[in-house]
């Protein structure tokens, strides 16, 4: 198994205004992913997070808005920039450890509030 | 396109009581599924999972069906614990080894 943290847990931030989501993941793993979470809805996709290249971004979000890193096999970054309230959700990042999904896991998330 | 969604957003159940949750997918071709509890302030986590060429698998209190028929699958909980309320998705990979993408979540609630 793999235990990923994500910082920070939870923010408000003002509109206008960037903020940066680490995640840590305990082992070196293959693939790590960034998903949004909407207040009361399902996962959405964001990006897959490619190490030593750009990330593969999903229809509907793009790098200027959603820019990630992945400098190495263990972390990750995702930014949310040029914050607007409709940005205010749960980001999760998710690594496999292996080749099966069930050893894929998630973070516990990072609950963000845009005012 | 493929989507995978749920057909009740909430089911509540007594202490005991056997839980079905469901899943209606789209894609025909889809072979493969997960289902993922999420509880409160936590990441999904991973449940049971079924390829195509079965219809039913089982886990400890939880079994999975697959009716590629009417490309329906159900969630079964057994004896229904207070620990198991949290909201449940069914997922599937976008394509082979890749992201997932989820069904929209039932919450489920369970009362002692």
């Known amino acids: 198994s793999a235990v990923i943290s994500q910082k920070p847990s939870r923010d408000i931030c003002q509109r206008g205004t960037s903020l940066t989501i680490q995640c840590q993941v305990d082992?070196?793993?293959?693939?790590m992913f960034w998903y949004r979470q909407q207040p009361g809805q399902s996962l959405t996709l964001i990006a897959t997070?490619?190490?030593?290249?750009?990330?593969?971004?999903e229809s509907g979000f793009v790098i200027d808005k959603f820019p990630i890193s992945r400098p190495n096999l263990t972390f990750s970054t995702l930014t949310v920039s040029n914050m607007s309230p409709e940005d205010s959700s749960i980001y999760l990042c998710?690594?496999?450890?292996?080749?099966?999904?069930?050893?894929?896991?998630f973070g516990p998330g990072t609950r963000l509030t845009v005012l | 396109g493929e989507s995978v969604g749920l057909h009740l957003p909430t089911l509540s159940v007594q202490e005991g009581d056997n839980s079905i949750i469901n899943c209606a997918y789209s894609n025909s071709a889809s072979d493969y599924f997960i289902w993922y509890k999420q509880e409160s302030g936590k990441g999904p986590q991973f449940i049971i999972d079924?390829?195509?060429?079965?219809d039913k698998r089982q886990g400890q209190r939880v079994t999975v069906l697959l009716n590629k028929t009417v490309k329906h699958l159900s969630l079964q909980i057994a004896a229904t614990q207070p620990g198991d309320s949290a909201v449940y998705f069914c997922a599937e990979p976008a394509q082979a080894g890749t992201a997932l993408i989820f069904g929209k979540g039932t919450t489920l609630s369970v009362s002692s």
């Open positions: 082992s070196q793993v293959t693939m």
């Open positions: 998710s690594a496999f450890t292996g080749d099966s999904y069930n050893e894929q896991f």
């Open positions: 079924i390829r195509s060429n079965m």
């Open positions: 997070a490619n190490q030593g290249s750009e990330a593969t971004y």
